[in-house]
């Protein structure tokens, strides 16, 4: 069930968005997704990817889509995020950095390792944040990592920790402005000050807002939760004001 709540706000705000979820928004045409989005848009190039490879798509004519290059990535690719030209890919084994200045061939510009978890990224500035998350569907039992890591990637090509910040069972996050947004699963949805990215602190923490993945803008919130997707107000941020939900049955 997971799976498909994470895909489903993809779904929807690629229908309705063409702008991102940060105040740095990614460049124009790109679809807003969440952190665990498997796809993404920008321009007229469609990003996909699989367990092990980056699979592009000329999407310019809509009704004749044409299937690109392929970069192998290895094993365990789990995520996508777009920013500005770059994508940043989540995998069990770190973050992979690719410049899509030309879009039809990305370039891997660099590399993030970490231990073996899962691994959404996002990205604002010059920084990304990525949550660690032990668990089965990572294929690491054995480790009990459950982190928000903060890196600096002014330079893209030598991305560096900052720091790693413990969490309980961190999933999706989300980024807008100075507010960093993440999913602890069963355990709630923590919101997180992030004026100085390098001294991250935590405003609020929604105990019983039970989250997989999230999708911030403009004070409007996009929640993807274990009975269906909900839309929130988060203009006051001591109190979530629920404005909508969508609920999914299997």
Do not use: W
């Not at 890591?149 to 413990?166: F, G």
């Amino acid at each position: 069930m997971n799976s498909l709540l994470r895909f489903l706000p993809l779904l929807f705000l690629l229908a309705s968005c063409d702008k991102g979820s940060s105040s740095d928004a990614p460049s124009p045409g790109s679809g807003t997704g969440g952190s665990t989005a498997r796809f993404t848009v920008s321009g007229n190039t469609l990003y996909t990817v699989s367990n092990t490879a980056l699979q592009t798509y000329d999407i310019s004519q809509s009704s004749n889509p044409k299937t690109g290059s392929k970069v192998p990535l290895g094993f365990g690719v789990e995520t996508i995020f777009p920013y500005r030209n770059t994508l940043f890919i989540g995998t069990q084994t770190g973050m992979h950095i690719y410049d899509i200045n030309q879009p039809a061939t990305p370039r891997s510009v660099g590399i993030y390792t970490h231990i073996l978890s899962c691994d959404p990224v996002v990205a604002q500035g010059n920084y990304a944040y990525v949550t660690l998350r032990s668990g089965t569907n990572c294929r690491a039992q054995a480790v009990n990592i459950n982190s928000l890591d903060v890196i600096e990637i002014s330079n893209l090509a030598s991305p560096k920790l900052i720091r790693s910040y413990p969490m309980i069972n961190p999933h999706g996050l989300g980024v807008d402005s100075t507010l960093l947004f993440v999913g602890e699963g069963d355990y709630g949805l923590r919101v997180m000050d992030i004026s100085d990215p390098t001294n991250v602190r935590e405003v609020q923490y929604f105990y019983e807002t039970k989250t997989y993945d999230v999708i911030p803008a403009k004070k409007l919130l996009i929640v993807t939760g274990p009975d269906g997707i909900y839309q929130y107000s988060y203009a006051d941020l001591k109190q979530l004001k629920l404005l909508s939900k969508i609920p999914v049955e299997l």
